[in-house]
């Protein structure tokens, strides 16, 4: 049957009462959309029935789809209220609804909607009624619309309302009922849904997979792509999970899109590619994910990062824009700040840092009971970490070494290992036990347990005395304690030979004010000649240009000025090698204190002498 011939019959059948509106708009909608002329045809044919109001009708359809004529939503508007049956007054109310030629209006949408009374206005209504558009949300007057609607797409309302328990008790089976009932490419998608996280029914990937390929629909395609990613009931394969990634084009597709680029799963690792897909979806959680790119990312940008986590809202967002307040990341420090949003972000992680503000006392009175009951709330394992310390030390409850054992075992955290070492170390409510804090030390991995397998080796505690690998847990830790425990090794030729500059050179980096002051008046005329020499010794020159606190130094003036040259020459030895140029350094008539034959110094000397006597700094003038 020829277009033409189609539609004349299927408008006849529909003028007589046989078919009603909606299923004639059905029949003959597919040869709108291919046919320009066949569309421009049937427009010439409806402008010669006006006689006819499902004419009249479908020349507001056709003005407002724009097929055979511009699209005009004016006049679609008049055609549907002259044709004034019930398919003319809902399709006002869909104008309405979606403020196509008229202001949106959920209102009047409604009154039409009610005025209209057929499937599809009273489908409307229980969307209305379920999302609270221009009404109060009520459920059970959105089931109701529902049941009297009785389209596929209010079965599949009511099969939802079913599975969240909206006005209802939560119940998967009738939820599944219902979505069998529709038998709807969504349906099936719902139906897939609840095998996948085994509501109502066991659990079943391969099911799930099953509905999920029945249904061929954006939703369907974003879950067969989390099927792939995740390997659920399927081999994990992130080439397909990207191809149905990309035929869904849902957000939560291209967030997923974003999350396999940043991490290189599947592709090669492309930041600007993940943040591209996150752009595109737009949904909170991807936006939350820009923002982490920018606070933890290559290209760190913590600005925008704060912008991203305002627009994204999600409880990591909050939780992320407390973490920049309380660290004074690309804002003022602010623990104010913080501290509100971690409690508006209400996640584990978040109860956690207002317990440390608590137990730090920043922005609030230190508490410890209060830092206690955050801890308790959060049930992280820093959480029970640091649950640990308040009852090792006996902050703001009764000292229990068994409780706090209790909760560094539940931790497993590096840092709950490290402080289970120092129980056994100590023998903090256990028998004291070397073997079992090197265990712990060894499972912590921290600077702080290699400083301490370090030194069990040093002093052979619980293993045999051995110097070099005392040595190497403490280059390892690389830690102030460390440093001064490698001066000692080298001091004293402990598992090394003896070397005077390395000694001079971990004493420094440990910078422990005494023992760096001992070492700096010991050794000054061996670091001035070094200085003077600097690419025999290129370690202690870098050592040397690091030291600037100065102040903590209980040293003679004259020894004052003279290791502040050396760090200067060290600093100037430090640019050359890295600028690449040369630099003519003070030599030693410049250098020389006074001595008897010489009892003014050398001339830099005497002009650093009197420069700083008045003011304090040093003087350093370039031959």
Request: hydrophobic share 30%; charged share 20%.
């Amino acid at each position: 049957m020829g277009q033409n011939k189609k539609f004349i019959y299927y408008l006849k059948q529909c003028e007589s009462g046989q078919l009603g509106s909606l299923e004639f708009i059905n029949k003959i909608y597919p040869t709108f959309s291919d046919d320009i002329i066949w569309n421009r045809q049937l427009v010439s044919y409806l402008l010669s029935r006006k006689s006819s109001t499902i004419c009249i009708f479908f020349l507001g359809w056709v003005y407002q789809n724009g097929f055979g004529v511009n699209q005009d939503y004016n006049k679609a508007h008049e055609y549907y209220e002259r044709a004034n049956i019930p398919i003319s007054i809902h399709q006002l109310g869909w104008l309405y609804h979606e403020g196509l030629g008229v202001t949106k209006d959920y209102h009047k949408a409604r009154k039409y909607y009610k005025c209209a009374n057929v499937p599809r206005s009273l489908h409307m209504l229980g969307i209305y009624y379920q999302d609270g558009l221009g009404v109060k949300p009520n459920y059970n007057k959105a089931r109701e619309y529902y049941e009297r609607s009785g389209t596929l797409d209010s079965l599949n309302q009511l099969g939802w309302l079913y599975q969240a328990g909206l006005g209802v008790p939560i119940d998967y089976n009738k939820a599944r009922e219902y979505y069998e009932q529709a038998s709807t490419p969504a349906s099936f998608n719902l139906i897939g849904m609840l095998y996948h996280k085994g509501l109502g029914v066991p659990q079943d990937y391969n099911k799930a997979r099953e509905y999920y390929e029945r249904s061929g629909t954006p939703d369907s395609y974003t879950n067969l792509g989390g099927l792939y990613q995740h390997g659920f009931g399927v081999t994990q394969d992130y080439t397909k999970a990207i191809k149905y990634y990309k035929q869904s084009g849902r957000p939560v597709a291209l967030n997923n899109l974003g999350a396999l680029y940043q991490n290189g799963l599947g592709v090669t690792q492309d930041y600007n590619k993940a943040r591209k897909y996150y752009e595109r979806s737009g949904i909170p959680v991807a936006l939350d994910n820009i923002g982490m790119l920018y606070a933890y990312g290559v290209n760190k940008d913590y600005n925008k990062a704060r912008e991203f986590f305002e627009r994204a809202g999600t409880p990591n967002a909050l939780h992320q824009l407390g973490w920049l307040y309380h660290g004074g990341l690309g804002v003022t420090k602010d623990y104010h700040k913080a501290r509100e949003y971690y409690e508006q972000a209400k996640t584990p992680a978040s109860f956690n840092n207002i317990g440390s503000l608590y137990y730090e006392g920043l922005g609030v009175t230190r508490d410890y009971n209060k830092a206690r009951n955050y801890y308790e709330q959060s049930g992280l394992p820093d959480s029970f970490a640091n649950l640990g310390i308040l009852y090792q030390n006996g902050f703001g409850v009764d000292q229990d070494f068994k409780k706090a054992y209790e909760y560094y075992e539940r931790a497993g955290t590096p840092s709950s290992r490290h402080f289970l070492g120092d129980i056994y170390y100590c023998g903090f409510g256990v028998i004291k036990n070397y073997n079992k804090a090197y265990e712990y030390y060894e499972l912590a991995g921290l600077p702080a347990s290699l400083h301490m397998l370090g030194w069990l080796y040093q002093e052979g505690l619980g293993v045999n005395q051995d110097y070099n690998k005392a040595r190497e847990y403490y280059e390892r830790a690389s830690i102030t304690n460390s440093f001064i425990n490698l001066g000692r090794l080298y001091e004293h030729g402990l598992g090394v030979e003896k070397n005077a500059i390395k000694s001079a050179i971990y004493f420094i980096k440990g910078k422990h004010p005494n023992t760096t002051s001992n070492i700096i008046s010991r050794n000054i005329s061996l670091f001035k000649q070094l200085c003077l020499e600097p690419d025999s010794y290129p370690e202690l020159l870098e050592t040397l240009a690091s030291l600037n606190d100065f102040d903590s130094l209980n040293l003679d003036s004259s020894i004052m000025i003279d290791i502040r040259l050396c760090c200067i020459l060290a600093q100037q030895w430090l640019v050359t090698r890295q600028q690449k140029q040369e630099i003519t350094y003070l030599r030693d008539e410049h250098w020389n204190p006074p001595t008897t034959t010489n009892p003014k110094g050398g001339q830099g000397y005497q002009q650093c002498c009197n420069h700083f006597k008045e003011t304090g700094d040093i003087l350093i003038s370039k031959k």
